[in-house]
């Protein structure tokens, strides 16, 4: 018998933020992803993000955060935490698919993912800088006694922290690796929500933002992002270190980041998909 069946028109996806994330995942759409198409961006430099885009192969409009939703079925949010409501809710009422990277903002916004129920969205979490979400995924279907995650980065990745900037700690001249925070991922993320969004990730993947335990260290001897994510379960004992490369826009991002962005949004119109 022959296969007739017409191909399905592309999914409309509209990012919120045209940073060091968000730009290059709009650059990949408006250069191609089958299945996909970019619709509509958002970003607090207007001006500059008309020159961005004026290089793009189609024409979109430039729109306020909040007006994303009524663009897309997919709204890809890469925006500053601060803003991440503006982003979520509408999305989240409107039933859409949210694709959400300030994931420490939506530990405080947990509501949201009950609203979908009632709504029909979805929230999906890439795994971003991270490694081993799938592993932690799984070990979460047993038990699991303890999830450790350490993270060192240059000290210039944590300049400007609410955290550090309230308890007057300068990271200015930094000779030798200081551990700057120890405590639950919840707590980590309202310190440096511009930095431990993997930490974020991991507790949602795991046992949770209360029983994920996060050391965070500025570290002169590291020019790499590393994350040390420690999980021990009654399935498996694993250690594992990912050592990601600061974006050249922002030392707080990983260049893997967008890219882990780009793979989720392909994931959504694959005929294949590999991992948990």
Known sequence: ??????????????????????????????????????TAVSARDRDKAQTHIAAFRQTVPVLP???????????????????????????VA????????????????????????????????PTGALLGLDAVRAAAQGEIARVTLITRKPPAG??????????????????AP??????????????FPANVNVAAALALAGIGPDRTTVELWADP??????????VEADSARFRMTIEGIPSAENPRTGRLTP??????????????????
């Open 178 to 191: 200081l551990k700057v925070f120890e405590g639950p991922a919840r707590a980590a993320a309202e310190a």
């Open 259 to 276: 890219l882990s962005v780009i793979a989720t949004l392909r994931r959504l119109v694959s005929p294949l998909q590999v991992g948990t």
């Open 94 to 125: 409107a039933g859409r698919t949210l694709v959400t990277v300030s994931v420490g903002a939506l530990l405080a916004r947990m509501d949201l993912v009950d609203r979908a129920k009632d709504t029909g969205a979805r929230i999906i979490v």
């Open 221 to 230: 001897t590291v020019a790499r992002n590393t994350h040390t994510v420690e």
């Open 65 to 91: 955060l909040h007006d994303l939703a009524d663009h897309a079925d997919i709204v890809v949010e890469c925006a500053p935490a601060a803003v991440f409501a503006d982003v979520a809710e509408p999305a």
């Open 158 to 175: 944590l300049q400007g922290a609410p955290y550090l900037m309230g308890r007057g700690i300068d990271l200015d001249g930094l000779a």
């Open 1 to 38: 018998m022959t296969n007739t069946r017409m191909p399905l028109s592309p999914i409309d996806i509209a990012v919120g933020g045209l940073g060091a994330i968000g730009l290059p995942v709009a650059r990949q759409l408006d250069a191609g992803i089958e299945g996909l198409r970019l």
